[in-house]
């Protein structure tokens, strides 16, 4: 198990790679996330969600991604609440007290997760959550030192170096967990490094000596990583820099989720992409989309509130795109009812009113994972994506569908102006076809070839030959039954 000392200290970029590295030894390997919090989430091969994390660390990995991955999700849907996911599938939104006093009831069924993938694969490499040593939270645990307790595995320990502090926070931790959980503990690593790493060994000899615990590696600094991000935007950020290119602007919804669909328009060569929170930060922007969210009618009002309906509303009369995706997509209809409450207080929301059509919110979450092809044009793109969302849209302008799916449905509604364009589909810009086509209908002539998935996999390789460089391998736990060669980069 990989541990931190604090939240965004490596652990699923370590996990990541470590999957990839046992799985490049021929060993059969399962990621594993007892609970996650996250936004950005993904549809498993069973059907159900889990966060995005784990379903990178399965493509590392070479196997589908299961729910078993990942048996308990937390999607925040405000700063005291969440909607809880249990096995994949939601059992209902929490306050965070009633969380902390459902969680008993959750740690057999983590523990029975965990034990199936012990049973069907060679390793579990399993993430933590947040800090190892977050005291008040320590009652109940299942997200660090009480899951490895229960299960009985090794834990290791990462930290940060770049943020600052890193001394303190590792013997910091190592000094206010258990004597038991201490024990647990069989080795430390330290992340993203810069510099000559003969100025940090004295720290390291005086690390090793202070905790009595070995050093396993210092992870040199990556530059341009990309990974997909569990939950909060990528460090990485905006990406400008495509002089005469195609100019995307993403609006930064106070609840964002899965703002993963866009880092295959990010990472493109001829694509500036800027998240925007504020109207007046908006500047040249041939596309604006809208993207998902957490809490649709919550964020339709701070649209309305910021003033954006306005903005896009002259966005549209000077020429512009609009695409809205999932909760952004529901947006652009005529009204949101959630009668039911789903989301919140039961009422209804005057949609932005661009696209004939009408949601009424409902407690069953749709989730699949889909394939069929473009009808924009007449290139039949072919299109790969997944569903996560509550709600139902009708209307005429569905009549005008944008995807052809293979399972006999339609998704999506193009405008009659054709210059605004809605779809339920996450990753629907992953598909290098597809990409080409939304591409040129948002006006960039002649956009080069892109293949996300190829770049998504060259990068966890990248990372993974990283890792494997930075590794002692001679102190590494149970190393005597991991496969490892002379020159284990190449094995």
Request: a negative charge; one cysteine or more; proline letters at 4%.
């Amino acid at each position: 198990m990989v541990q931190g000392t604090t939240s965004d200290a490596g652990k699923s970029a370590l996990v990541t790679a470590i999957c990839r590295i046992l799985t490049r030894r021929g060993l059969k390997v399962a990621p594993f996330k007892p609970q996650n919090m996250a936004l950005n989430s993904a549809v498993t091969v069973d059907g159900g969600e889990i966060g995005r994390a784990q379903a990178v660390q399965a493509m590392a990995a070479e196997v589908e991604a299961h729910v078993d991955f990942n048996p308990v999700l937390l999607k925040p849907t405000c700063d005291q609440g969440s909607q809880v996911i249990v096995a994949g599938h939601a059992i209902g939104h929490m306050k965070a007290a009633e969380y902390y006093a459902y969680k008993p009831q959750l740690l057999e069924q983590v523990v029975a997760a965990h034990d199936r993938l012990s049973n069907r694969y060679d390793r579990v490499v399993v993430e933590g959550a947040g800090s190892a040593a977050e005291i008040n939270l320590r009652a109940h645990d299942l997200a660090n030192m009480g899951f490895a307790e229960a299960v009985d595995c090794p834990v290791i320990l990462v930290a940060d170096i770049d943020r600052g502090g890193v001394f303190a926070h590792l013997v910091g931790t190592l000094d206010i967990i258990s004597a038991s959980e201490r024990e647990r503990i069989v080795g430390l690593v330290i992340n993203r490094f810069r510099g000559d790493i003969n100025l940090l060994k004295p720290g390291l000899e005086w690390l090793e000596a202070r905790t009595g615990k070995p050093v396993l590696a210092v992870v040199p600094w990556l530059e341009d990583l990309h990974l997909e991000a569990e939950d909060g935007l990528s460090r990485a950020g905006d990406s400008t820099g495509a002089a005469g290119g195609l100019n995307i602007a993403v609006i930064l919804l106070p609840r964002i989720s899965n703002h993963t669909d866009f880092d295959a328009v990010r990472l493109h060569p001829q694509v500036n992409v800027r998240f925007v929170r504020d109207p007046k930060e908006l500047g040249a922007a041939d596309l604006i989309i809208l993207p998902g969210s957490k809490h649709v009618r919550a964020d339709l009002d701070w649209l309305y509130e910021r003033g954006w309906s306005a903005v896009l509303a002259r966005h549209l009369r000077y020429g512009g795109r609009v695409i809205g995706i999932c909760g952004g997509y529901q947006m652009l209809g005529t009204r949101i009812e959630d009668p039911e409450g789903v989301e919140g207080p039961a009422g209804e929301s005057a949609g932005l009113g661009w696209l004939d059509l009408a949601t009424t919110l409902k407690a069953t979450k749709q989730l699949h994972r889909v394939t069929g092809h473009c009808l924009l044009g007449d290139t039949r793109a072919p299109v790969t994506g997944y569903e996560i969302h509550v709600g139902e849209s009708l209307g005429e302008g569905l009549e005008h569908g944008v995807f052809a799916l293979d399972d006999g449905r339609r998704d999506g509604a193009l405008s009659e102006d054709g210059r605004i364009l809605g779809t339920y589909l996450h990753g629907v810009f992953d598909h290098p076809a597809t990409l080409n086509v939304l591409l040129e209908w948002a006006g960039l002539a002649a956009p080069a070839p892109f293949d996300y998935d190829a770049h998504r996999m060259a990068e966890i390789d990248r990372l993974a030959d990283h890792v494997e460089a930075a590794i002692d391998w001679s102190r590494w736990p149970l190393s005597e039954d991991i496969p490892i060669s002379a020159d284990p980069i190449k094995a």
